[in-house]
């Protein structure tokens, strides 16, 4: 090897050397509520938060029974307290090469962080991390009343604009959540506000505008199972109007508002799988405006665009970044003011570059 090629493997190696490793996002983990993660070479890290000092045990389970799995223990100061690759007593159904972390013993209250590796550092595989705990004070549940909310059931509420409005969700089991609460107009537009309460009372997420005046939460996560409140209110004291309510597992999105009233038009979410375009129709007339943006909520840089087809299955408009006229971003996409051709029942697609996956808002006004 030449003097110059040696330089240039030198400077290679300390290169490597000198960039740091890609940064691992820490998860937080929470009793009793189990984690099931994709481990690949990599070392994955979780924390948890003790409220006291407590007993835990923390098991990772391989879920094909093909990782060999190890788990490490760190206190808050970052020294290893305890460390395992083979359970001595595997749980039910858990594999000889399943880690566990049994009846370790947490000094304090605090954030300790837990280290999942592959023993082998070969194969990966799915593994599911589970932390209980022994001696902790039994949770205090607050009594909830209200009426019932359902899964998939829209319910309508009329602010009378002397309280908020109390409502229940019974969860039963630790789940992702979404909540809309969509202003009626033809009741009364008002600017609504949610917030979520734990079954001991604790608030665990308020919203104003998750959709312009209309608020909501979208993967909201309940950590156990139990009665939820969820208080509805209005954002102005005293303000008046009609609300419903839809609940549904996960981020799976409501469906258009439907024409009610002579209203026309529809603001909703939808989510795009990178494969096949979101569908909406609407029933237009000739020389009727409209206007249709799609707007990129996760992640908001997904590139959208739309096409909009006449009652016939001719295209005939499509927008790709014209967001910005609207106030969007400027990968946003906007159909801006067209005026339809004819009578009949259009389709809009609405799609990513790239075969991006994500959600989108996608809105049908007139003008």
Not at 37 to 56: G, I, M, N
Not at 126 to 154: D, F, H, M, W, Y
Request: hydrophobic share 45%; with cysteine.
């Amino acid at each position: 090897m030449n003097r110059m090629a040696k330089i240039l493997c030198i400077l290679l190696v300390c290169l490597m050397v000198a960039l740091p490793a890609a940064a691992q996002s820490v998860q937080p983990i929470r009793v009793d509520v189990p984690l099931t993660v994709e481990l690949t070479s990599s070392v994955l890290e979780f924390v948890y938060s003790a409220p006291a000092a407590q007993t835990v045990t923390i098991t990772a389970r391989s879920v094909n029974n093909d990782v060999d799995t190890f788990l490490e223990l760190y206190d808050s100061s970052g020294t290893l307290m305890v460390s395992n690759d083979d359970a001595l007593h595997p749980a039910a159904g858990a594999s000889a090469l399943d880690a566990t972390l049994e009846a370790v013993s947490l000094p304090a209250a605090g954030e300790y962080h837990i280290k999942l590796s592959n023993f082998t550092g070969t194969t990966g595989g799915q593994i599911e991390l589970l932390l209980t705990a022994q001696g902790s004070a039994p949770p205090v549940i607050v009594p909830v009343t209200g009426k019932q909310l359902l899964l998939g059931e829209p319910l309508r509420i009329r602010m009378l604009g002397d309280a908020p409005v109390d409502l229940v969700y019974v969860a039963p089991q630790p789940q992702s959540i979404s909540l809309y609460a969509n202003s009626l107009p033809e009741v009364g537009n008002v600017d609504t506000t949610l917030e979520v309460f734990s079954p001991n009372g604790v608030s665990l997420a308020f919203n104003d505008d998750l959709r312009g005046g209309d608020a909501g939460f979208e993967n909201l996560v309940l950590p156990e199972a139990g009665a939820y409140r969820v208080q509805l209110n209005t954002f102005s004291s005293g303000a008046t109007g009609g609300v419903e309510l839809v609940l549904l597992v996960g981020n799976a999105p409501p469906q258009p508002t439907p024409v009610v009233n002579g209203n026309f038009g529809f603001d909703t979410m939808a989510t795009l799988d990178g494969t096949t375009p979101a569908t909406f129709t609407f029933d237009g007339e000739s020389g009727q405006r409209v206007t249709i943006s799609a707007q990129a909520v996760n992640p908001v840089d997904l590139d959208v665009y739309i096409i909009l087809f006449a009652p016939d299955g001719s295209k005939i408009a499509n927008d790709d970044d014209s967001g910005g006229t609207l106030g969007l971003s400027p990968t946003d996409s906007a159909i801006v003011s067209l005026s339809l051709p004819t009578n009949g029942q259009y389709r809009i697609e609405v799609q990513a570059w790239f075969s991006g996956a994500g959600d989108v808002r996608v809105i049908l006004t007139p003008g």
